[in-house]
């Protein structure tokens, strides 16, 4: 049976620190505060991977109070969960996602995000859709505090 999935994550813009997204660093005044490096697109696709199969989110593998994963790439992180998923008989069909920052643009760093979620997932560039939108100035993102991102992902039986 197919299986379906929501993910969502958000970090605070903070000052020295890079900012990653999709596992690709994008030059940027702020970076995101977190435990990892705060990449909350890859998160957020982690979250709807699990969520899909009711294993709980990335807190319950991951948690922010262990100190192997400080600063650690959550495209590290990424292929433990696809690994969590391909035991359980799973892999991925496809997703769809969305960035949502008020600031950079990121148009053109979303091939390379895909080229990293791809190769960590073995699946083709075809089957992640990322996207990246303003708030219009609205909300924590549109105030430039930080930034946050959904996924929607749906696990096929292999």
């Keep these: 049976m ?9 970090h605070q813009l903070t000052e020295e620190r890079k900012l990653i997204l999709g596992g690709v ?19 957020a ?46 892999g991925i069909g496809n997703m769809d996602c969305i960035i949502v920052a008020q600031r950079p643009k990121l148009a053109s760093y979303i091939d390379k995000m895909k080229a990293n979620i791809s190769h960590v997932l073995n699946i083709s560039e075809d089957n992640i859709g990322i996207k990246a939108t303003t708030t219009e100035y609205l909300g924590f993102e549109g105030r430039e505090e930080g930034i946050s991102a959904y996924s929607v992902c749906l696990l096929i039986p292999i």
């Design 45 to 90: 696709i982690m979250d709807s991977m699990l969520g899909a199969l009711a294993l709980g989110d990335i807190g319950k593998y991951f948690p922010d109070t262990d100190m192997k994963y400080k600063d650690i790439s959550s495209l590290i992180l990424l292929k433990r969960v696809y690994n969590i998923i391909k035991d359980k008989g799973y």
């Design 2 to 10: 197919m299986r379906i999935g929501i993910g969502y994550d958000a």
């Design 25 to 43: 660093e994008i030059p940027h005044e702020k970076g995101l505060k977190g435990h990892s490096d705060a990449d909350v697109l890859i998160h």
